[in-house]
């Protein structure tokens, strides 16, 4: 997009809120401001034991060897491993089908992010997962133990499917990682 990578550098990232942050980082590939990066910080990476990522955000040959869209990022680790919620928000919706399994949706202001693939159980607007409990409407902070990694749902291993929505368009994680990481402090490794 020409015109977002033109304008991009003009723009006031003071009075951005979080959603044009996570547009400007897709639209263009200049250095955020030190205010967005500061709002990045808050950004947690949802899985506490990564093991690798095993299907990007876009097409793809599905489990059922069919070639189709993927909505998210699937992110392998340990059956059990402990799930963050990746910005604070609200839980919207508990899920229990056969293609997401037991998951949980949590709408941070525009934004929704999607945990599919728990371990635990689903009942009515509840989800839990040994003694953690989440109840649509309950308010939750970046990097709170959201569940655990399972395999329900169409799965072929332990992991977590992540997927991020703004306003209803799917953005790809792999983008939003990429901002979270560039407003991290760069630590020198001395030898």
């Not at 990746?86 to 037991?102: E, H, K, P, Q, T």
């Not at 991020?164 to 939003?176: K, N, V």
Request: glycine letters at 14%; hydrophobic letters at 40%; one cysteine or more.
């Amino acid at each position: 997009m020409p015109w977002a990578c033109s304008k991009a550098h003009h723009l006031d990232l003071a009075n951005l809120g979080l959603a044009s942050l996570v547009l400007l980082a897709i639209t263009t590939t200049s250095t955020p401001s030190a205010l967005a990066d500061q709002r990045w910080r808050q950004g947690v990476f949802p899985v506490a034991r990564f093991l690798a990522y095993t299907s990007h955000f876009g097409g793809r040959i599905g489990p059922d060897g069919i070639r189709e869209h993927h909505g998210g990022l699937d992110i392998a680790a340990p059956l059990g491993s402990p799930i963050l919620s990746w910005w604070g928000g609200v839980v919207d919706a508990v899920i229990n089908d056969g293609r997401c399994g037991l998951g949980v949706l949590i709408r941070s202001g525009d934004y929704k992010h999607l945990y599919c693939h728990l371990a635990g159980q689903v009942s009515g607007n509840t989800y839990t997962s040994g003694r953690l409990r989440l109840v649509v409407g309950q308010p939750v902070r970046s990097g709170q133990l959201i569940g655990h990694i399972g395999m329900t749902g169409r799965s072929t291993g332990p992991h977590l499917h992540w997927a991020i929505s703004h306003r209803g368009r799917w953005l790809d994680p792999a983008t939003i990682l990429r901002a979270m990481a560039r407003s991290r402090p760069h630590r020198q490794v001395r030898p």
